[in-house]
């Protein structure tokens, strides 16, 4: 099969992952343009060649081009989307009439839309049918494990991106590629999506156990009955259940859970030690996932009727204001089962 060539690649959103694969492109020879929807945050990266704010210390090359004209899109071939899950379709529905034909779209978000309870392709997907655009557009996703300050500073790294059409998937794969940036192709978009979403749940609790004080028998349990939920939720929304012992699935969670640059981790780990939830987003300096998916997820289970104790006393310490230390009792004292029972 003849791998298509892509040209110009625009990535939505100048946070940390954004610039991140931003420099990766660019340090591979691409052309890349770098958006940032305030004006003056890409006139700063512009002038220092460096993202101050999110990934200090990471050197922009010059073929990467920040810009706030979202218009750049109409010259690439390849659109990733890296933007926050609750301002995403926002974001989408301004440049979806300005894509061309045969672009491939790459959510690299990790959240599911609290209203609507859509992974970010289905929420392009919705934007694309309401314009009615009749071009040929290719959906997919971008997942695994890696922190943006270790991809940035090129430490080998394992990701898997996901499109339903193959030949998409091993665009964008040879696209992302480098010598330290190993990308594997998939075609379970959902599957991946699933996975991106809810591992950020599970690090929450396991923050929250770490924050309390417990110990890493306490963490690896979360890690295993988080997964067999993630898969229970996953399956139910046709993914393939080998998916979830993948890149995107068991490796992702494991990072999140366990590594110290884990934004969503660090939220769980200051609700353990006594913080509110407000005091300890205040203090956070970038955007934690996991807690409006933890919502959406929470409503996606219960409208599903899938049994997910974890998600379900995580979302009770969020936003039922449930006692840390009584969640985690709660979740021991659950019925006896069957290790491989479906809850």
Not at 189 to 206: D, Q, T
Request: with cysteine.
């Amino acid at each position: 099969m003849e791998i298509a060539k892509i040209k110009k690649t625009a990535v939505i959103g100048a946070g940390s992952w954004g610039t991140a694969l931003a420099k990766l492109l660019g340090d591979k020879g691409e052309q890349v343009y770098l958006w940032s929807h305030r004006s003056e945050h890409a006139a700063a990266l512009l002038r220092d060649r460096e993202n101050k704010k999110y990934l200090p210390g990471a050197r922009l090359p010059e073929n990467v081009q920040p810009t706030d004209d979202i218009r750049v899109v109409s010259r690439c071939q390849c659109v990733l989307m890296v933007v926050p899950s609750h301002g995403y379709r926002d974001v989408f529905a301004r440049l979806a009439p300005l894509l061309v034909e045969d672009t491939s779209l790459v959510s690299a978000v990790k959240g599911i839309e609290i209203g609507t309870r859509h992974t970010m392709t289905q929420v392009m997907a919705d934007e694309l049918q309401k314009i009615g655009t009749g071009k040929k557009l290719y959906l997919g996703v971008l997942s695994g494990p890696s922190f943006a300050e270790e991809v940035a500073a090129g430490q080998p790294t394992a990701v898997t991106v996901a499109f339903k059409e193959q030949h998409a998937a091993r665009s964008v794969q040879h696209l992302l590629s480098t010598a330290f940036f190993r990308v594997y192709s998939s075609t379970d978009v959902i599957g991946l999506e699933i996975s991106a979403s809810m591992k950020n749940v599970i690090a929450i609790a396991a923050g929250i156990a770490d924050g309390l004080g417990y110990g890493l028998n306490t963490r690896a349990a979360l890690i295993t009955r988080g997964l067999a939920e993630i898969t229970r939720l996953g399956v139910k929304l046709g993914a393939h259940p080998l998916t979830f012992s993948g890149l995107g699935g068991l490796g992702d969670l494991v990072l999140t859970c366990t590594g110290s640059l884990s934004r969503n981790r660090t939220v769980g780990l200051k609700l353990g030690q006594g913080k509110s939830l407000p005091q300890a987003l205040a203090e956070m300096t970038m955007v934690a996932e996991g807690v409006k998916t933890t919502k959406s997820c929470f409503n996606l289970a219960k409208e599903l009727g899938v049994e997910m104790p974890i998600l379900e006393q995580t979302y009770q310490v969020l936003y039922e204001g449930k006692d840390c230390k009584l969640a985690v009792e709660e979740l021991f004292k659950r019925s006896l089962k069957e290790e491989m029972e479906m809850g």
